[in-house]
């Protein structure tokens, strides 16, 4: 049974926007963290960004470079992921993750469960 399940992507043009959410429906009272990875055709999945449910600490990724955003929503289960000033290197399957703790960084192997993915493309 999914548990992570992402919706709002879609085809944009360069420099426009989108907003990705993730649901958890299995999230716990515990502390962990929530990621948000992409996978390009024929590239290797990459970390774009991860935040805590609790505090709410980010990290991103270098090439986010202040255009993408991260937030959640405890009372709604939900993450989310503002894209800006998209360009056509950012096209690809964008997914939720989540850490098997607090843990917020790039290493997958840290994450325990991960959403099915939306795509988003950017043409120029």
């Known amino acids: 049974q999914a548990q992570l399940k992402e919706h709002g992507g879609g085809s944009v043009q360069t420099g426009d926007s989108l907003s990705l959410s993730c649901v958890d429906s299995?999230?716990?009272?515990?502390?962990?963290?929530m990621a948000w990875f992409r996978q390009a055709p024929g590239k290797l999945r990459e970390f774009v960004g991860g935040?805590?449910?609790?505090?709410?600490?980010?990290m991103y990724a270098d090439f986010v470079r202040g255009r993408f955003t991260m937030s959640r929503d405890a009372a709604k289960d939900t993450v989310y992921l503002q894209l800006n000033s998209l360009k056509p290197d950012d096209t690809a399957v964008y997914s939720c993750?989540?850490?098997?703790?607090?843990?917020?960084?790039?290493?997958?192997?840290?994450?325990?469960?991960w959403g099915p993915g939306t795509q988003v493309t950017v043409s120029s």
């Open positions: 993750a989540r850490a098997r703790a607090g843990f917020i960084g790039p290493g997958i192997d840290h994450y325990g469960a």
């Open positions: 935040i805590t449910w609790r505090g709410g600490a980010t």
């Open positions: 299995g999230r716990s009272t515990a502390d962990y963290g």
